[in-house]
């Protein structure tokens, strides 16, 4: 028979978006999906098999290289790259780019490194020593690392070989990293009430059809949602012993909770994946889920781009949340491509809400998604009281920002025993800093945008782009001594007021600045539980899904915060956070209540609130978006043109508009303009949206314009489809 060709086409982790030719040595195991290495230009790169071709002969004009090596790694599944082409092509980053999320470090895709231990063969297969002795001593039944032993033994390593030599201790080979328990599906659960059955039931039917269906799990905050969702994961992993559960969560504080609350379920602790675990944990985790080890992964939005070896429920926690949309590198939407991954995949997807975002519910609306409400608490739990407190009518002092009707609630939660959370979204001690004398703004010098001060380190840092510089003592500009002032409230300046009001209340500050790691958010979350914690005053990282039962009073610094702005979902996300934050009150025996201080108790996201009327709400906003074609009535894109200096990038911006392919009433553009951030680390911006119809592909509109443009020098052209920064 004649000798074939096999021309493989590999796709790498670079921002050219088709596969390289390559030709497959004789001796390697190649298929569609390998990992492999690869020449690349001068170096070797990692890239995986994207398809291959047999060929009787290679054309003459043909130079191919040959793959260089194949890693020991399951290969990738048709599933995955099917979902890897999609996200290259609807945010028209391109394959190679969104490859780039899936590709772990290179030790990864080797084996786990082995270790020895040691333990007890036979004491007397030779002759003892006092060294010896003391060895057998300690070892009792169990396996030892050899230095452990040796260390608790008081003996030197040597004794420890002599002995495996002389058949005194049998040495064994273990994995470094360990394999995840298995979790057990058939462990107790909490008693559901009938409406958490009815869609638990429902839930656990969907997991057994075992195809894609998405369905948006809708239960006002505390109605058990969590605990519903776990049978849908329970009767996956019964389903089948293969199968493999992602939940994706938007915060790592709250990946904490969630994952001990898996562990008590289920008895295993799930494997975690945010950009907080390092080195070997990492490749654990990649391995482990490729192999299909790992049954129930908790993560971050970028868990969604693990390669799972059979994928069959993604549950979304949280999934209106913002920060599901990644800002940086490939502009993706989690929630958004979790669904694109469940149809891939062919399985079920659960979205998890209490204030669901208008675009799940318009598709449930629509019939797209099933719809499951849980419109109360379990047991004895109520829903919150929400009341306004009108700043208008009652303004705190000068300088302070805890109203007096605020402080009365504040004094009596506290002398039931009871805990506080104050809730205000700004880190640091004061968001903006004036000088007295000259009236000098300290901004970031190559960033449009204020400095906040932060006290605990003394110094002045840019939100945006993560610049700091010690507070100055005088004012950079006027060069006037102590004249730098603060204003307005950040969760810091809150404490100090606090402590001036309630000093014998034990307080602490719960935001990213003080919790900076996974450890310290347990910590601190385990002081809430515990009680020992008064008063917490917490951002957004506080807001969500953290269960705390003494927690019985809510007090929302400033309500108004979010309103005002261009954003397109401003009055829905303020919508939210109120709903999740006044959530946290009351979420056992005890009853709770919200208090949110605002200048605007008249506006309809605020009235909305306290007639706890979401539907009203809900309307409104859908009424506005569908009279605009706005999303989810119509598709949005923005191109951010960025460049060295503000000539080059409105010249840019002018050419890149003046290419744009021809529109129709379908598509409608708007700018270029200049955004909130007109300059951001040294680089002038400028902004075009694009608004087109729901049937419009808009991906492939914007991909065919940035090609007609030729980017030179300085200039950057970024495509954010479904932008939710509008900045
Ligand atoms: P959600 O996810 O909707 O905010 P959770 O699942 O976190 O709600 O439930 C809120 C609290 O109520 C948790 O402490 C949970 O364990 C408890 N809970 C929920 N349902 C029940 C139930 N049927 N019996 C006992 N406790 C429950």
Not at 154 to 162: P, Q
Not at 393 to 402: D, F, N, T, V
Request: net charge neutral; with cysteine; hydrophobic share 40%.
């Amino acid at each position: 028979m004649m000798n074939r060709i096999l021309l493989l086409r590999v796709l790498f982790d670079i921002p050219v978006d088709r596969p390289f030719d390559y030709l497959a040595p004789d001796d390697m195991n190649l298929t569609v999906g390998s990992y492999v290495l690869a020449p690349l230009g001068k170096r070797k790169a990692i890239g995986v098999v994207w398809e291959i071709e047999t060929l009787d002969k290679l054309p003459v004009d043909r130079q191919l290289k040959q793959i260089s090596a194949i890693f020991d790694t399951k290969p990738m599944s048709q599933a995955q790259r099917k979902f890897i082409d999609f996200v290259g092509r609807y945010t028209c980053f391109g394959a190679g780019r969104a490859l780039k999320m899936c590709l772990p470090a290179i030790d990864a895709l080797q084996p786990s490194p082995v270790r020895y231990e040691v333990s007890y063969l036979d004491s007397k297969a030779s002759p003892m020593t006092p060294a010896r002795q003391r060895v057998f001593d300690i070892i009792g039944n169990n396996s030892w690392p050899v230095g452990k032993l040796a260390t608790a033994a008081g003996v030197s390593a040597s004794v420890i070989s002599g002995l495996v030599k002389t058949n005194g201790l049998l040495r064994t080979e273990v994995l470094v990293d360990t394999p995840f328990a298995k979790p057990d599906p058939d462990l107790p659960s909490k008693n559901l009430t009938d409406s958490q059955q009815s869609a638990a039931a429902h839930l656990v039917n969907t997991v057994q059809q075992a195809k894609f269906a998405p369905v948006l799990l809708d239960g006002v905050t505390g109605s058990g949602k969590t605990e519903v969702y776990f049978e849908a994961v329970a009767e996956a992993l019964r389903q089948h012993p293969d199968n493999q559960v992602l939940i994706l969560l938007p915060e790592i504080a709250l990946t904490q909770d969630v994952l001990d609350r898996f562990a008590d379920r289920f008895g295993a602790v799930p494997a975690e994946w945010h950009s907080e675990i390092t080195g070997a944990l990492r490749r654990r985790v990649w391995r482990q889920v490729a192999a299909g080890q790992a049954k129930i992964v908790v993560g971050a939005r970028s868990a969604l781009f693990l390669p799972f070896a059979k994928l069959s429920l993604i549950v979304v926690d949280e999934e209106h949340d913002s920060s599901f949309k990644q800002e940086e590198g490939v502009l993706y939407h989690a929630r958004d491509m979790a669904v694109v991954r469940a149809n891939t995949e062919n399985c079920p997807l659960i979205l998890s809400s209490a204030t669901p975002s208008l675009e799940s519910l318009h598709n449930a609306a629509q019939g797209r998604y099933g719809h499951l409400v849980l419109d109360s608490r379990p047991g004895a739990a109520q829903l919150p009281q929400i009341s306004a407190i009108d700043l208008k009518l009652h303004p705190p002092a000068s300088g302070k920002w805890i109203s007096e009707p605020l402080r009365q609630a504040m004094s009596q939660t506290l002398q039931k025993q009871e805990q506080v959370l104050l809730y205000l979204n700004r880190r640091g001690f004061a968001p903006l800093t004036i000088c007295r004398s000259c009236g000098e703004r300290m901004k970031t010098p190559d960033t449009d945008s204020y400095l906040v001060e932060h006290r605990f380190n003394g110094r002045l840092v840019c939100h945006l782009t993560g610049y700091s510089i010690p507070k100055p003592d005088k004012c950079p500009s006027c060069q006037e001594v102590d004249s730098l002032h603060p204003v307005g409230p950040g969760v810091e300046r809150l404490a100090e007021e606090v402590a001036v009001l309630f000093p014998e209340a034990r307080c602490e500050i719960f935001s990213s600045d003080t919790t900076t790691n996974p450890q310290q958010i347990r910590e601190l979350i385990a002081k809430m539980e515990n009680a020992e914690i008064d008063i917490l005053i917490g951002t957004q990282i506080a807001a969500k899904g953290h269960n705390f039962p003494k927690l019985t009073l809510v007090g929302v610094v400033d309500a108004d915060m979010g309103l005002g702005g261009a954003d397109l979902r401003a009055g829905e996300r303020t919508y939210q956070i109120l709903i999740q934050v006044a959530g946290r009150a009351g979420r056992a025996q005890l009853a709770g209540k919200a208090m949110l201080q605002t200048h605007q108790p008249e506006h309809e996201a605020i009235t909305a609130l306290l007639a706890n009327d979401r539907n009203r709400f809900v309307s409104a906003e859908l009424g506005l978006r569908e009279i605009m074609g706005l999303p989810p009535f119509g598709r949005l894109a923005a191109v951010i043109i960025s460049a060295a200096d503000e000539k080059t990038v409105e010249d840019a911006a002018k050419d890149f508009a003046a290419l744009a392919p021809a529109t129709t009433t379908e598509i409608e553009i708007w700018g270029p303009s200049e955004p909130v951030f007109t300059i951001v680390r040294g680089r002038w911006r400028r902004r075009l949206l694009i608004r087109s119809s729901k049937t419009t592909n808009l991906s492939a509109y914007l991909k065919d314009w940035k090609e007609r443009y030729k980017i030179k020098g300085s200039i950057r052209v970024k495509i954010d489809i479904d932008p939710y920064s509008f900045m």
